[in-house]
C-alpha cells in the first residue's frame, strides 16, 4: 500500500514510539520542532525531514511563519495527516488544517480538547455534571458569580496543560485583585469553584468515533497539589471490575460522545466531590497523558498508547481495519519526583515489582506491577516516605498561588 505523509508537530521532547511506529507501517514522517530542542535523542531512524520553529517564550511559535513554512512544504509534498504530539500544539495542528484543508481536527472541535472555557460550555450543554463556572469577560458576570457560588475558588488559563498557571483564591476582595493583575491576559482565564475531592484520569483510544480502549487510574497526588505545594506525584490504575472504573467509564464515554473526536488517543481528567460524591468533569485531550502515564497504563494493560494511536491514524489514513489487543489486568502504580541528584542511586528502591525506571535528570521516577492491588499502594507510600526523606528537591510554582 502506498505510503502517507505524517507531519507531526511538538513543542516538546515526546512521541518517540508515535513516530517509529509510524515508520514501521510504512509511513514517511515529517517532524515540526522546537530548535532548542533539537538534540534531544528524537527517533532519527523514522524521520524523513525535520523542520525548526524558533520560539517566542515556552511553547510558541510566530503561527504566520509556521503557515508560511508549511505553504513552502506542501510545494513539492502532499501531505496526508498533521499530528500534534503535545498539549501546547493542538491549536498550531488545527492552524493548519483548517489553512489547507487537510483531513483532521479543525479550529472549532480543538476548542473543546483544549479551551477549558469551551469544554466547560459543551459539557454543561451536554448534561455533563461541571464545577459551577464562570467566564471572567465582564465584572458584573464576576461579581454574580461570587455572590451566587461560595469560595474558595480557583483562576484557571483556558490553555494551559496540567495545573500550570491555576490560581486558588478565598474572598472577593482577592478576586478582583486577582483578575486586575491579569491585565490584558484577562480574557485567557476562568473562574471555577474550587471542588475538593480525589481526582482521577482516564486514558482511553478512539477508532471511528467508538471508544476501544479504557484505563482508568487515581491520582494520590492530584496534579494541583503537586504543582503548587511541590512534591512527589503518584497515581495509581483502577481495577477493571471496580465501581470507580465503571463509573469513569460511563463518564468518559459520555464525553467523548458529546465532543466529537473521531480518531486517536484522548487524557480526560474528573474530580468525585468530597461533600456530595458526585462526578465532575474537570477536563479532556485529545493526545496521550504527560508525566509518563502511558508508562502507567502500558504497566497495567500492555498496551502502548503512543504506538496504538499510530495504529489508529495509519488505518484511517489507509481504510483498513483496526483492533487493540485485549488488556491485560495488572495493577500498577507511578511516582515522580524532582531528586537533589541529577542521576539518582536506585539501588534501594529495587523490587521485582518495578516495571520501569523512568530516566531523567534530577527526577526520580519508577512505574511498579503487581497482581495484588495492596502491593502497589504500599510501594507507593514506602517510596514517596525514601523520597522526601533523602532525595526531594522543592521548586516554587511559577505562579505562586495566593492562599
Not at 471496580?242 to 463518564?251: D, G, I, S
Not at 502515564?293 to 500492555?302: H, N, Q, R
Not at 529495587?350 to 535528570?361: G, N, Q, S, T, W
Request: aromatic share 12%; proline share 4%.
Amino acid at each position: 500500500m502506498k505510503e502517507k505523509t505524517i507531519v507531526c508537530i511538538s513543542c516538546y521532547y515526546k512521541g518517540y514510539d508515535f513516530m517509529d511506529e509510524m515508520k514501521k507501517l510504512g509511513n514517511k514522517i515529517i517532524l515540526i520542532t522546537s530548535e532548542k530542542i533539537k538534540d534531544k535523542n528524537w527517533p532519527w531512524h523514522a524521520i524523513d525531514e525535520v523542520y525548526y520553529m524558533s520560539e517566542k517564550e515556552p511553547s510558541v511559535w510566530d503561527l504566520d511563519h509556521l503557515v508560511q513554512g508549511f505553504s513552502h512544504l506542501l510545494k513539492r509534498c502532499k501531505i496526508d495527516v498533521v499530528i500534534a504530539l503535545d498539549d501546547y500544539d493542538v491549536e498550531k495542528a488545527a492552524l493548519i488544517r483548517e489553512t489547507f484543508r487537510i483531513p483532521g481536527m479543525g479550529q472549532t472541535t480543538h476548542r473543546y480538547f483544549r479551551d477549558k472555557l469551551a469544554m466547560r460550555q459543551m459539557a454543561k450543554d451536554s448534561q455533563i455534571e461541571v464545577p459551577e463556572y464562570s467566564s471572567i469577560f465582564n465584572d458584573e458576570t464576576v461579581e454574580e458569580f461570587a455572590d451566587k457560588v461560595s469560595p474558595p475558588w480557583v483562576l484557571k488559563p483556558r490553555s494551559e496543560a496540567s495545573a500550570t498557571g491555576i490560581i486558588k483564591i478565598t474572598s472577593k476582595e482577592e478576586l478582583f485583585k486577582a483578575i486586575d493583575n491579569l491585565v490584558d491576559k484577562r480574557h485567557h482565564f476562568l473562574l471555577e469553584s474550587f471542588k475538593p475531592g480525589d481526582v482521577f484520569h482516564v486514558d482511553s483510544l478512539v477508532y471511528n468515533s467508538e471508544i476501544v480502549f479504557v484505563s482508568a487510574s487515581q491520582y494520590l497526588s492530584p496534579p494541583m497539589e503537586v504543582s503548587h505545594e511541590g512534591g512527589v506525584f503518584r497515581s495509581k490504575t483502577l481495577g477493571f471490575s471496580t465501581a470507580e472504573f465503571k463509573a469513569l467509564e460511563q463518564a468518559n464515554h459520555k464525553v467523548m460522545k458529546s465532543f466529537g473526536l473521531k480518531n486517536g488517543a484522548t487524557h480526560t481528567e474528573f474530580i468525585r466531590g468530597k461533600e456530595d460524591g458526585k462526578w465532575y468533569f474537570l477536563e479532556t485531550s485529545s493526545r496521550v497523558g504527560g508525566a509518563h502515564i502511558p508508562d502507567l497504563v502500558e504497566a497495567s494493560t500492555g498496551t502502548n498508547l503512543w504506538r496504538e494511536w499510530a495504529r489508529i491514524e495509519n488505518a484511517w489514513l489507509k481504510n483498513t481495519d483496526y483492533k487493540v489487543a485485549k488488556p491485560t489486568e495488572f495493577f500498577a502504580g507511578l511516582i515522580i519526583c524532582l531528586s537533589k541528584n541529577k542521576t539518582p542511586d536506585y539501588a534501594e528502591f529495587k523490587r521485582e515489582e518495578v516495571y520501569k525506571i523512568l530516566p531523567m535528570d534530577y527526577h526520580i521516577g519508577l512505574v511498579y506491577k503487581s497482581t495484588d492491588e495492596e502491593v502497589i499502594q504500599q510501594l507507593l507510600d514506602e517510596t514517596a516516605n525514601k523520597i522526601r526523606e533523602h532525595y526531594i528537591s522543592i521548586m516554587p510554582p511559577k505562579t505562586k498561588p495566593t492562599s
